[in-house]
Nanobody, 121 residues
Framework: QVQLVESGGGSVQPGESLRLSCAAS????????MGWYRQAPGKQRELVAS???????NYADSVKGRFTISRDNAKNTVYLQTNGLKPDDTAVYYC???????????????WGKGTQVTVSS
């Protein structure tokens, strides 16, 4: 099995920062793309940022210039540095990883349970 565990969420004031982490563990041969999604109350889950195994990143327009995604392939960990947080960033943030459990298998999407980020004055 594969587990993704997020950490680093919390309650902050507008303009502050948080660094989210997500560590993958279990039976892993290789991880392809990793990403962060978020879901606010009453809204659909949306992509925040994603990163390929070679480090190519993609961001939602709403977070460009404020958030930075990175990863440590040796640790099977992805990070999301969130700067200049706004109340609209309030959501549960979920980690996603496309994992190959064996060299011959296809990649399967795994999800973490989420970490709450609340931005309020």
């Amino acid at each position: 099995q594969v587990q993704l565990v997020e950490s680093g969420g919390g309650s902050v004031q507008p303009g502050e920062s948080l660094r989210l982490s997500c560590a993958a563990s279990g039976s892993i041969y290789r991880i392809n793309a990793m990403g962060w999604y978020r879901q606010a109350p009453g809204k659909q889950r949306e992509l925040v940022a994603s990163i390929t195994s070679s480090g190519s990143a993609n961001y939602a327009d709403s977070v460009k210039g404020r958030f930075t995604i990175s990863r440590d392939n040796a640790k099977n960990t992805v990070y999301l540095q969130t700067n200049g947080l706004k109340p609209d960033d309030t959501a549960v943030y979920y980690c996603n990883a496309a994992v190959l459990r064996w060299s011959w298998s296809d990649a399967v999407d795994y999800w973490g349970k989420g970490t709450q980020v609340t931005v309020s004055s």
